[in-house]
């Protein structure tokens, strides 16, 4: 081994509009593989990430979900943590990017590009919707694709031609939050220009990530690099830019500052200055520590693009190296919330151990672009074969025969014992090296070769055998298989470190860093035998996929770009609810459906509710059934109640009444839609009359 390095690693920001999937930890589990195994080599190394807060998507939630956008992100902050752990992600720093830190920092990148004439502001035309007083963002208005007139498209591409344009092209555009026609309206938009430092980021991004990833990328310097659009108008959730009223950072600006604000954070709270982990100005790129992010393929364009870009105008000291790595497929094909493999870690944590899926993702991984399949029988296979079949039964069966038969005392290595044993230390560099160039997949066969000699080993010596005969000779047998077993979990620690911490205890000793794997543990008593892992049933991962398919991940999800699981969509997108369809609820007879009874209600009045951000007031007139109030969450979608007036909605009229905190509510309003994002209430298309019913 070298001296001791200096390393800071990064993954990409989680953002705070979702749960975290199994999609997501592809990039958690394997960063967390190569951060664990750093620390024990015995190098200086912080795992650093955070939440990402900013951006359309949290504001149009948290006013959805009548919360403040930092109620919302504070939730949501505690639940991804609580996650991670659970999984055994252990970061130094885990942060938050709408902190003073991110501020200061963001108003200082932004500034140092300014003075450099890197920023550049240009007005267009873009729609804006006088009832909701915003400019829209491309996901936030539909209308006819200007191509194909195929109606309902959103702002920026086509579903049904694939034609991209601007919003502004839309024919007949709608705003998707209150229904209204926006109008065009000039704005001003700040612009961060690539052209400027085209020397530097060509010359740049070879060496800092693979060559598939920096020919893709160079293939873009073949014309002028185009400006990046960096500024959003109010309302936005983030941080204004400085000496510009009203236009706020775009999410994609504060978020990768944010690794840099989540480490100024660990070291005010370590007692250690920052310049000399990420150090800035005369001589930064030549100290400090090695930076490496970890980022999924959709981010390159911001990580290895604008990234440096900003780091470099900055005079920030630029990462090491970007380590890209692919998506996550289930059996084969794009996670699906109706199939139930859009899994959430808490739901897969519910029925499986984290273990199993650390161990799987390990091997699996290599280190590269490429796709992972997670194919749930082989998930099965692998864990129940390798891990609990082969590793650890070397250590169950010495283990427990060692404390019935030989009082629990290892003895001595004999000849043949201290050549296995001898055989596994001698792997050490090499499954090491494999750890350092991140080919987990490679690491864990190499392991599983070093098992299996020590499995051969205990079968051909047949302990069970000698026992009865010769104890001393049986003792050294498995004294042997069992310090093997002991370097096989060293090697697996940076994948497995509750497993173990579990086996480590096995033989008395308080910790295990790589140089431990040169000790051999003798003529002692073996600590008592820890259950380390169990096999997995089929049942549990079926319970998971049906689990799953009740409850999918969050789809606030798609609002981020930045994830292990295909998604197109983009920050600025709301929550596209309608995208994959509900699954199905349980089949009804008839007889169930002929409950209900659907009636016709004029609107006399509908007014907001004080207190509640959620809740609309509605009186209906029902013609001969009498007025009804009813209390329905639909706020959002309507920020002008009173234009409701008069209009004719379909309601459920024989609900029982429901005692509320604001009053009584008799009857359910039927609205289609998610409000806030889109749709609204259930209407005749022409006037049926109060009190009519609906079949
Ligand atoms: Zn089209
Ligand atoms: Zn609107």
């Known amino acids: 081994m070298t001296g001791k390095r200096r390393i800071v690693v990064t993954s990409a920001l989680p953002y705070a509009n979702g749960d975290i999937h199994i999609g997501h930890l592809v990039e958690y589990l394997q960063t967390d593989f190569w951060v664990r195994f750093q620390k024990m080599r015995g190098n200086e190394c912080l795992y650093i990430c955070a939440d990402d807060t900013h951006g359309t998507p949290i504001m149009v939630?948290?006013?959805?979900?009548?919360?403040?956008?930092?109620?919302?992100?504070?939730?949501?902050?505690?639940?991804?943590?609580?996650?991670?752990?659970?999984?055994?992600?252990?970061?130094?720093?885990?942060?938050?990017?709408?902190?003073?830190e991110n501020r200061e920092l963001s108003e200082r990148f932004y500034l140092?590009?300014?003075?450099?004439?890197?920023?550049?502001?240009?007005?267009?035309?873009?729609?804006?919707?006088?009832?909701?007083?915003?400019?829209?963002?491309?996901?936030?208005?539909?209308?006819?694709?200007?191509?194909?007139?195929?109606?309902?498209?959103?702002?920026?591409?086509?579903d049904k031609c694939g034609a991209t344009y601007g919003?502004?092209?839309?024919?007949?555009?709608?705003?998707?939050?209150?229904?209204?026609?926006?109008?065009?309206?000039?704005?001003?938009?700040?612009?961060?220009?690539?052209?400027?430092?085209?020397?530097?980021?060509?010359?740049?991004?070879?060496?800092?990530?693979?060559?598939?990833?920096?020919?893709?990328?160079?293939?873009?310097?073949?014309?002028?690099l185009r400006g990046w659009c960096i500024s959003r108008d109010e309302p936005y959730f983030g941080f204004e830019i400085p000496g510009c009223k009203g236009k706020y950072f775009y999410v994609w600006v504060d978020a990768p500052i944010g690794?840099?604000?989540?480490?100024?954070?660990?070291?005010?709270?370590?007692?250690?200055?920052?310049?000399?982990?990420?150090?800035?100005?005369?001589?930064?790129?030549?100290?400090?520590?090695?930076?490496?992010?970890?980022?999924?393929?959709?981010?390159?364009?911001?990580?290895?693009?604008?990234?440096?870009?900003?780091l470099h105008a900055a005079g920030f000291k630029g990462p090491e190296k970007v380590f890209v790595h692919g998506f996550l497929t289930v059996n084969g094909e794009k996670m699906s919330k109706s199939k139930g493999t859009f899994v959430t870690a808490r739901t897969y944590l519910d029925n499986l151990p984290p273990e199993a899926l650390r161990y799987y993702y390990a091997a699996k991984l290599g280190g590269t672009a490429d796709d992972m399949d997670l194919n749930l029988d082989d998930f099965v296979q692998r864990v129940n074969s390798d891990l609990v079949g082969k590793i650890t039964n070397i250590?169950?069966?010495?283990?427990?025969?060692l404390h019935r038969k030989l009082d629990g005392r290892l003895g001595a290595l004999d000849g043949e014992g201290a050549e296995l044993v001898a055989k596994c230390r001698d792997a050490g560099e090499?499954?090491?090296?494999?750890?350092?160039?991140?080919?987990?997949?490679?690491?864990?066969?190499?392991?599983?070769?070093?098992?299996?000699?020590?499995?051969?080993?205990?079968?051909?010596?047949?302990?069970?055998?000698?026992?009865?005969?010769?104890?001393?000779?049986?003792?050294?047998?498995?004294?042997?298989?069992?310090?093997?077993?002991?370097?096989?979990?060293?090697?697996?620690?940076?994948?497995?470190?509750?497993?173990a911490d579990k086996a480590m205890k096995l033989f008395g000793e308080t910790e295990w860093t790589w140089n431990s794997a040169a000790k051999t543990v003798e003529n002692t008593a073996l600590g008592e035998y820890e259950y380390l892992a169990s096999r997995i049933d089929p049942k549990q991962v079926e319970a998971m996929i049906s689990a799953a398919a009740e409850k999918p991940a969050d789809s606030g999800e798609v609002a981020h770009e930045s994830r292990a699981s295909k998604n197109k969509a983009k920050k600025d997108e709301p929550a596209e609810a309608a995208a994959e369809a509900a699954p199905l609820k349980q089949e009804i007879a008839f007889g169930d459906f002929d409950k209900l009874d659907f009636r016709i209600g004029v609107v006399e009045s509908c007014e907001t509710v004080p207190k509640s951000t959620k809740l609309l007031k509605f009186v209906l007139d029902a013609g001969s059934l009498g007025k009804r109030t009813i209390f329905s969450g639909i706020r959002a979608a309507y920020p002008d109640p009173a234009a409701l007036v008069g209009k004719e909605v379909v309601f459920v009229a024989n609900l029982a009444p429901r005692k509320m905190s604001v009053g009584v509510s008799e009857g359910m309003i039927l609205f289609a839609g998610e409000p806030g994002v889109g749709g609204g209430v259930l209407s005749p298309s022409s006037p049926a009359g109060g009190g009519r019913q609906v079949t």
């Not at 309206?185 to 220009?193: P, Q, V, W």
């Not at 070769?449 to 005969?469: C, G, I, M, S």
């Open 430 to 499: 090499a499954v090491a090296a494999l750890y350092e160039d991140r080919r987990f997949n490679l690491a864990m066969v190499e392991i599983s070769r070093l098992a299996d000699a020590a499995n051969a080993y205990f079968d051909k010596k047949e302990p069970w055998k000698t026992v009865k005969t010769d104890a001393e000779t049986t003792r050294a047998t498995l004294t042997a298989a069992l310090n093997a077993f002991r370097i096989v979990a060293i090697y697996l620690k940076p994948v497995l470190p509750a497993y």
């Open 112 to 158: 140092a590009a300014e003075k450099k004439g890197f920023i550049s502001r240009k007005t267009s035309p873009q729609l804006y919707c006088e009832h909701c007083s915003m400019f829209l963002p491309d996901r936030f208005v539909k209308g006819a694709c200007p191509k194909c007139g195929a109606p309902g498209q959103y702002g920026d591409s086509c």
């Open 259 to 310: 690794y840099i604000a989540s480490l100024a954070n660990w070291c005010s709270r370590n007692g250690r200055k920052l310049s000399d982990y990420w150090p800035d100005g005369e001589g930064a790129e030549t100290s400090g520590a090695e930076i490496y992010h970890f980022i999924g393929k959709d981010i390159i364009r911001f990580h290895c693009l604008f990234w440096p870009g900003m």
């Open 167 to 224: 919003a502004e092209e839309l024919g007949s555009p709608v705003c998707t939050t209150c229904g209204a026609t926006p109008a065009l309206k000039d704005s001003e938009h700040l612009y961060f220009e690539l052209e400027p430092q085209r020397d530097y980021l060509e010359k740049w991004i070879p060496g800092h990530t693979t060559d598939d990833i920096s020919n893709k990328l160079l293939e873009w310097f073949g014309e002028p």
């Open 395 to 401: 250590a169950s069966r010495s283990a427990q025969m």
């Open 61 to 100: 939630r948290a006013r959805k979900e009548g919360v403040s956008p930092e109620a919302l992100i504070e939730r949501s902050h505690a639940a991804h943590l609580k996650d991670f752990t659970d999984f055994q992600v252990s970061f130094d720093s885990y942060y938050s990017t709408n902190a003073p």
